[in-house]
């Protein structure tokens, strides 16, 4: 193992919080590792190391580990083409790395033996996109002694509710929302293309400050609107087009999102009576939110609204944890969601965005939705555009 000699190489740190931030987060962490029974956790998320570290690189898709162990300080092993952004992002200044020829896994199996774990019970992220069931096999395999345990959502367990320093950037990143929808929705009009709209959102966002986004822009028109996660194709729009918007701005990898719903002059019943639905429907929901309440009611307020609009309000969860992301979401909703069934209690300072969807396949989606804040007592907008049918 080579460990960084980081002190022969200065780098400017560049932290998006201060380091008793950071330090906080580790001791809840290591609470979580506590309860667990584990003796140290292999971080493979890379939104868990951003929020433990500040490491961060769209680098991701190569290995990277963060060590968390309960009594030693934590320990990055990553790509060394990757290493100068530990120096230069992370707190943590303990580091290892690996040259491209070489396998990711032995360093990482040799590092847990030097450090005196090689019978340990070791947890790692099993819902991690990045330790492969092949990267378990091989790791057991390695360190046949170590006892591997799930060390799932300990980390999104602390993430779900924000700090105050959080919310400042998620705030921010939602004034670049409502930039980047005011700037899509002015270049709407018959003869126009999805291109142009998609384009001037993101030069707009940009403009504005945003990183880039976890999911691309959603630009849709027509009977497109209907299409699950579709965005621009080179499409140009007719009189009576309805159009589909949902966008985020992410500022130190924190996102907010907004979705509207705009439709081509002149505009139809249908689709004001879509629009109408889901604003009304969202606007119950908010209503609904309070701390100490299950998601799973909440979301009941939403589905009771679309069914007795005429719509089916069944199929989907209709909003998610929003906060840190990388591509490809811009959400943590495999964190937590408002969906049927769902027990867990909201507590306050959770954000959520919340699409609320009117669908009709084959016709139109259409879908209105907000970035919010749970509070002691209610919900606070985050985001806070003009809730309508723009007709353009």
Not at 215 to 244: I, K
Not at 305 to 312: F, K, L, M, P
Not at 362 to 376: I, K, L, N, Y
Request: contains cysteine; glycine residues 8%.
């Amino acid at each position: 193992m080579k460990v960084s000699g980081i002190d022969s190489v200065r780098v400017e740190k560049d932290l998006a919080f201060a380091v008793t931030e950071y330090q906080t987060r580790l001791k809840a962490v290591r609470e979580g590792i506590l309860s667990r029974n584990l003796d140290l956790l292999v971080v493979t998320v890379p939104e868990n190391m951003l929020y433990l570290s500040g490491y961060t690189t769209l680098g991701y898709a190569s290995a990277q580990y963060l060590l968390i162990p309960i009594d030693d300080e934590p320990l990055h092993l990553t790509r060394g083409i990757e290493e100068v952004n530990v120096r230069a992002f992370s707190w943590i200044d303990r580091s290892a790395s690996y040259m491209d020829h070489e396998v990711p896994l032995e360093l990482l199996a040799q590092t847990l033996r030097d450090l005196g774990y090689a019978k340990s019970r070791i947890g790692f992220e099993k819902k991690s996109w990045f330790f492969t069931i092949a990267d378990y096999e091989n790791l057991k395999s390695l360190l046949p002694d170590a006892q591997f345990e799930d060390g799932s959502m300990i980390v999104e367990a602390i993430r779900v509710v924000k700090s105050d320093a959080e919310l400042q950037y998620i705030r921010q990143a939602a004034r670049i929302a409502e930039a980047g929808m005011k700037a899509g929705i002015g270049q709407i009009r018959a003869g126009a293309n999805e291109n142009d709209i998609a384009a001037e959102i993101q030069r707009e966002v940009t403009l504005k400050g945003s990183e880039y986004p976890g999911y691309p822009p959603f630009v849709t028109s027509g009977v497109r609107t209907s299409y699950a996660h579709g965005t621009w194709s080179g499409r140009v729009l007719r009189e009576g087009d309805p159009v589909f918007l949902e966008l985020s701005g992410t500022v130190r990898r924190y996102s907010a999102a907004l979705m509207r719903a705009s439709v081509v002059s002149p505009s139809n019943r249908e689709l004001e009576k879509m629009e109408d639905v889901s604003r009304r429907a969202l606007e119950n929901m908010i209503d609904g939110i309070r701390p100490d309440r299950p998601l799973g009611e909440v979301w009941s307020i939403w589905s009771d609204t679309v069914n007795a609009g005429g719509y089916e309000g069944r199929f989907k969860r209709t909003g998610y944890s929003i906060g840190i992301n990388y591509p490809p979401d811009w959400g943590e909703g495999h964190i937590l969601s408002f969906k049927r069934g769902e027990t867990r209690l909201l507590q306050a300072n959770m954000t959520f965005h919340i699409p609320s969807m009117v669908k009709a396949f084959g016709f139109a989606d259409v879908g209105t939705s907000e970035t919010v804040r749970v509070t002691e007592t209610g919900c606070e907008m985050i985001t806070n555009y003009e809730r309508k049918l723009y007709v353009r």
